[in-house]
Structure formats: C-alpha cells, structure tokens
C-alpha cells in the first residue's frame, strides 16, 4: 500500500524566498505524481503532473521533480509572494492502481 | 462555467438521516472520484468509476453507495448517517484513468448532529 509523506508539514516564510517542499512515497512503481494546492474552503486545484517517464516539469515559478528510484519529489516555489499562501499536496498511485493516494500536505503562510 | 460542480455546498442533518450529495462535470472527462477529507484535512479515496463503471471501493461502509447515471454525474448517497461521516467531500474527474490530473469541485461540507 502506497504511503506518501510531506515534509515539512508547515512553512511560514517571508515574501521573495524560493521554497522546497517535499514529498516521498513508498512504492517507486508509480505512473504519474501530482502536485495541488488547496486554498481554505476550496477545493483541490492541479499544479503539475510528472509521468513516471519525467523527470520534471515547469509552470511559472513552479517546478517539481521526480526521482522515481528514491521515491521523492521536490516542488520548487521561486520568488514567493503572499498569493501562494496555501496548502500544497502531493498524490501519487498506490502501486498497481491508477488512483492518486494524498499525502497530509504542507501549509505554507508567506507573509508580506 | 464551473468544470466540476457539487450540490449542496453545506449539509447539516441529524444522524441516522439518509441524504444525498451530487456532482456534475462538464469537461468530457471519463473517470470520476469521490474523496473524504477528515477534521485533520486528510484526503482518502472512496470510489472510482471510468465510463460509468465502478473500479475501485476502498473500505467504506455499505451505507455509502456511488451512483453513476451517466459519465457526466457521479452521486454520492449516504444512508443511516452517523457521527464519524462528518467531514468534507470532494467529487473529481480526469480525462482518462491513467495519466490526467484530476479536476476537483469545491467539496461538501457534511455535518452530522
């Protein structure tokens, strides 16, 4: 059964930092990982998806990696501002299931 | 237009009622999701269906029963409501089973007295 853990489970960081967040898994036979944030009251909303076959992918300041081998991921935030306060989860399928099992996610404050 | 949407948005009722939460996508998708987040925020999958057809029931009650009309609608009715189904439920869809990143909808706050 896939476990997915997140560290650190909370950041608070001043505006213009460039941010790590991470998450590990436990079984490496995976098809995809997912990158979402959640805003208080929202729902989930997709940031990066990285086939198995990936390394990593970019969208604006965000850039997540994958290393399948040692079951990690990194998400890497440039230049954060205020509007990525958030709650920010990984999901990855349990092995041999296409389903996305979350991790607990990382609640990140950046204050002005 | 909202891709994927759930009605109601709030539903507080007494235990033991039966009630029922809805959800709609309009995105064409295939594969579609009901997921409970807990008072601790933590997301757990509770069924899948792809093309209308069940693929995965993960332990939940037999109180709980996913209804899939069409690929379009995936309804989650809860029967005999208790305590511990108190939390959030979010409805989401993907293109497809393999490879797509889930769409999610605003989620339902259930509260049960």
């Known amino acids: 059964k896939q476990e997915v853990t997140q560290i650190p489970a909370a950041l608070s960081v001043p505006e213009g930092e460039n941010l790590v967040l991470n998450c590990s898994f436990t079984?490496?036979?995976?098809?995809?990982l997912q990158w979402f944030r959640q805003d208080p009251g929202k729902g989930l909303t997709s940031l990066l998806l990285?086939?198995?076959?990936?390394r990593e992918q970019t969208s604006g300041r965000l850039n997540a990696s994958l290393d399948k081998s040692s079951g990690r991921s990194t998400l890497y935030i440039a230049a954060s501002q205020p509007g990525d306060s958030a709650t920010y989860l990984c999901a990855v399928p349990s092995g041999g299931s296409y389903i996305p099992t979350f991790g607990r996610g990382t609640s990140l404050i950046v204050h002005p | 237009d909202t891709a994927v949407s759930q009605t109601p948005k709030y539903l507080v009722t007494q235990m033991g009622n039966d009630k029922s939460i809805k959800c709609e996508q309009n995105?064409?998708?295939?594969?579609m999701y009901w997921y409970k987040q807990d008072s601790k925020k933590f997301l757990k999958i509770m069924f899948s269906y792809n093309n209308k057809e069940l693929i995965i029931n993960e332990t939940v009650p037999n109180r709980f029963s996913p209804k899939s009309p069409d690929k379009a609608h995936l309804n989650l009715h809860i029967n005999s409501l208790e305590l511990g189904d108190s939390a959030v439920y979010f409805c989401?869809?993907?293109?497809?089973?393999?490879?797509?990143?889930?769409?999610f909808g605003n989620g339902t706050r259930l509260t049960v007295t």
């Open positions: 990285i086939q198995s076959s990936q």
């Open positions: 995105l064409g998708h295939d594969t």
């Open positions: 989401a869809s993907s293109q497809d089973l393999r490879n797509s990143p889930l769409h």
């Open positions: 079984d490496s036979a995976i098809y995809n």
